[in-house]
């Protein structure tokens, strides 16, 4: 699958790549955070679902295969592929979110 197609996690969130660079270094974080609240919530099947960015990867009901196509959808917005660890040690949406950023050297 290429970046250009849609999947049900790019559907989630309407933050594209290039809104994402466009964007000042310092808030790249809290968009990243925005979009995989949004992406869980699509795993979830609950678009309507509270989540609070401080809410740990293995308190969100969601299994591995989801985990694996929230790396996928993370790696195509950021451009670049991530480390699965950065995914499996159990951070928080916000933990991921900031992690994910500075991981491609998207952040300050």
């Known amino acids: 699958m290429n970046a250009q197609e849609s999947t049900p996690l790019s559907q989630a969130s309407q933050l594209t790549r290039e809104q994402l660079l466009a964007a000042p270094s310092s808030e790249r974080a809290q968009l990243v955070e925005a979009y995989l609240l949004a992406s869980v919530r699509a795993l979830r099947k609950d678009a309507g679902a509270q989540i609070e960015p401080t809410t740990q990867l293995s308190d969100l009901a969601i299994d591995s295969i989801q985990i694996v196509d929230l790396k996928f959808g993370i790696d195509q917005l ?15 949406i916000r933990e991921l979110a900031a992690n994910s950023v500075r991981a491609v050297g998207l952040a300050d």
């Not at 950021?78 to 040690?89: A, H, N, R, V």
Request: net charge negative; no cysteine.
């Open 78 to 92: 950021l451009g670049q592929e991530l480390d699965i660890e950065l995914f499996i040690t159990n951070p928080s």
